[in-house]
């Protein structure tokens, strides 16, 4: 039996907004966590087990960035992968179904078949984004709790 360095475990993960789809290939393990704190932590603890080669993520501009930052923080290997070429590895091997899974899947299996350059985040730029990621994370709580109001207040 082959151990996990020795099978090449690459995974795949589809970010949402308000969920992870995780692919762990050639395992063909996949799962979901929210996309938050908990959920994040509970993906990485879960990932780190496999001890995968790489961890490739799509690169959103924002969705993405805790994740990464939980990455680099538990030093997993992570590629973070340009959309087009995502979609063009799609293109090239025929796959035009979409779902969150089998999003994941092909993420999963473009790392492994194009073996892309593991990305790094140098620690002053991870402490920054994660400064931002906390903030822009208590404006979205501020932002609800003064929906609510104003809906609470409309109706009075």
Do not use: W
Not at 59 to 83: D, Q, S, Y
Not at 91 to 112: P, S, V
């Amino acid at each position: 039996m082959k151990t996990n360095t020795e099978q090449n475990i690459n995974v795949g993960v589809d970010t949402g907004k308000f969920k992870l789809d995780i692919y762990i290939r050639p395992l063909g393990l996949y799962f979901t966590v929210d996309n938050d704190e908990k959920g994040i932590k509970e993906a990485v603890k879960k990932i780190k087990l496999y001890i995968p080669k790489r961890i490739v993520i799509e690169a959103t501009g924002r969705l993405e960035m805790p994740f990464i930052i939980a990455c680099a923080k538990a030093n997993l290997p992570f590629v973070i992968a340009n959309p087009i070429h995502i979609k063009r590895f799609a293109g090239a091997i025929g796959q035009r179904a979409k779902t969150d899974k089998l999003d994941a899947q092909l993420i999963a299996h473009y790392g492994e078949a194009i073996q892309p350059s593991l990305s790094t985040l140098k620690p002053d730029i991870m402490q920054a984004m994660s400064d931002l990621v906390a903030r822009r994370n208590q404006l979205l709580v501020m932002q609800t709790m003064e929906k609510t109001a104003s809906k609470s207040y409309q109706k009075n």
